[in-house]
């Protein structure tokens, strides 16, 4: 039964059968699909700095974006580089995708390295959006991390699949 539908999600409530049998019914949450980026350049990280409203608070956190319909990944991926950094990828590795939070929600994140980074006339962020483009070292965003000045997850998730020689297995 749905229960709420916006422009960007969906809510439903549903029974579901357990592996053991049992019935249970639960609230799924299903805002499509998104992308997520670690740019680099160089020695340096391009993260963005963003004003998020449901915390009221600006974080760092890596480039990322919802998938628009009819786009695959790498396409989402690409334009939300621009839109949010004003660079594009001259590559764009692919790294398998993560749940978000599978407690409530079917949303993946596609996971993407982008390299050769070129200035694009195309940068043009949401008008909603609040972003400044920054740069980091590695060693920069590990102690932000450790110290907490970094705690979006997904951005940690991606930095340290780019960064530890985590291979995504096919």
């Not at 160089?42 to 786009?71: K, V």
């Not at 690409?78 to 749940?99: C, D, V």
């Not at 390299?115 to 972003?131: A, F, G, Q, V």
């Not at 060693?139 to 907490?148: C, K, L």
């Amino acid at each position: 039964m749905e229960i709420y539908r916006g422009r960007r999600l969906w809510v439903e409530k549903r029974g579901f059968l357990l592996p053991d049998g049992r019935e249970k019914e639960v609230v799924v949450v299903h805002p499509g699909d998104a992308v997520v980026i670690l740019p680099r350049d160089g020695d340096e990280f391009l993260f963005i700095r963003q004003w998020r409203s449901a915390i009221g608070a600006y974080i760092y956190e890596a480039p990322a974006g919802t998938m628009e319909e009819g786009e695959d990944p790498e396409q989402t991926a690409r334009r939300e580089l621009i839109e949010e950094t004003g660079m594009a990828a001259g590559s764009m590795k692919a790294l398998g995708y993560i749940y978000t939070t599978p407690g409530f929600t079917d949303e993946r994140l596609w996971l993407f390295e982008a390299r050769e980074l070129t200035s694009s006339k195309e940068y043009l962020p949401d008008d909603d959006e609040i972003i400044e483009p920054v740069r980091f070292t590695a060693s920069e965003i590990s102690e932000m991390i450790r110290t907490g000045e970094i705690v979006d997850a997904k951005t940690i998730c991606i930095f340290y699949r780019c960064t530890c020689g985590l291979e995504m297995i096919d």
